[in-house]
């Protein structure tokens, strides 16, 4: 398993985003950590090694965000892990290389406002045709998983009335959103080959669905979650992904199909989760109706009892889910600091406090009830 966070920069004085990442980027580099690129200079990405277990998830993440964030001091910015800018400064510049140029020619105004980030969550799947059905089993829970990381509420200054704006913006690009159910490895060759010939997409690696096997590693790709605001969010989020690649695999391995969602209802769920994240209600893909979110979120742990259960994570993510559910994740708890009365500048401070901050759950020693 291994974990992409996206990051943004912003100015200490403003809030506003700054295009430091190549600053960043060397700053971090002297002490030893290596951050990526992104299309626009306000983002840098940190990645981890091959990990085994969630407790090596919690310090590789814990130890790259203190490390960014201390780059980002060094280089006049503050390190925010929030899915878009809740201090706007209109669009954003591209980061110069030959391949973000090419993505900006062809897209335009999408790729100017890009300044976005998310979660990408790599499980190890033994070859490209399992990774096309591992992903066909995924699709009724990738909204769960979106509803659970929401971290972008505010941009501009602004509540935009959605959990995750990030993911709204996101479905602009044409590759982006839900996976289409592929029949087979060479079904999605056949659907990427007509994306690259239609200009959908520049290369494999802009294949953006939420789910996909990875253009670079043997690995299935999970990429619908927001940047959480805590590394322990994201470390939950990262169990419960991987504990979903371990039901898809055991089910396949049965010969079990996977369900027959339609884009349509896919589509619904999605933008039900964009919305109201952990705040209201959630479509439950079998029977396509609204339930609470909590209730939504059960279903989910239900389907990946036995995958937890084989982890020995079963303990650690009932206490993380009710402490989630309990305090609120990133889009709730920016709007209590928000409604609190001290402004898109008291989110951004809170949320620079966030990234870096070290939050366990308390574990319930009675568990399981």
Do not use: K
């Amino acid at each position: 398993m291994g974990v992409e966070e996206e990051f943004l920069l912003v100015d200490p004085a403003t809030g506003s985003p700054v295009n430091l990442g190549a600053e960043v980027a060397r700053a971090a580099a002297r002490a030893g950590l290596e951050l990526d690129s992104e299309l626009t200079p306000c983002q840098v990405e940190t990645t981890t090694p091959i990990l085994d277990t969630a407790e090596q998830v919690r310090a590789s993440l814990t130890d790259m965000r203190l490390v960014a964030a201390q780059a980002a001091r060094e280089s006049g910015a503050r390190l925010l892990a929030v899915g878009v800018p809740p201090i706007a400064a209109g669009g954003h510049p591209i980061t110069d290389t030959d391949r973000y140029r090419r993505i900006a020619d062809n897209f335009r105004h999408i790729a100017d406002e890009q300044g976005i980030c998310g979660t990408h969550v790599h499980v190890g799947v033994p070859d490209r045709e399992t990774a096309v059905q591992v992903c066909n089993h995924l699709r009724p829970w990738l909204p769960t998983l979106l509803a659970l990381s929401a971290n972008s509420p505010i941009i501009g200054g602004v509540d935009t009335g959605y959990a995750s704006w990030r993911s709204i913006l996101w479905s602009r690009w044409p590759s982006a959103g839900p996976p289409p159910l592929l029949e087979s490895a060479e079904h999605y060759d056949s659907v990427l080959a007509d994306m690259l010939d239609s200009g959908a997409v520049i290369d494999e690696g802009q294949i953006y669905w939420d789910a996909r096997p990875s253009a670079r590693y043997p690995t299935v790709e999970v990429r619908v979650c927001d940047v959480p605001a805590t590394a322990s969010d994201t470390v939950l989020l990262a169990t419960l992904i991987r504990a979903a690649v371990m039901t898809a695999l055991t089910a396949i391995a049965r010969g079990e199909a996977a369900p027959s969602l339609s884009d349509g209802a896919l589509r619904l769920a999605y933008w039900r989760a964009a919305r109201d994240g952990l705040s209201g209600r959630l479509v439950d893909t079998g029977t396509v109706r609204t339930v609470p979110a909590e209730y939504a979120i059960e279903l989910f742990l239900r389907y990946l009892a036995d995958a937890l259960d084989e982890l020995g994570e079963d303990h650690a993510v009932d206490a993380s889910i009710r402490w989630l559910l309990r305090r609120g994740n990133g889009a709730i708890r920016q709007r209590r600091v928000h409604a609190a009365g001290g402004g898109t500048a008291s989110v951004v401070s809170f949320l620079a406090d966030t990234t870096v901050r070290i939050e366990e759950p308390l574990i319930d020693p009675a568990w399981p009830r």
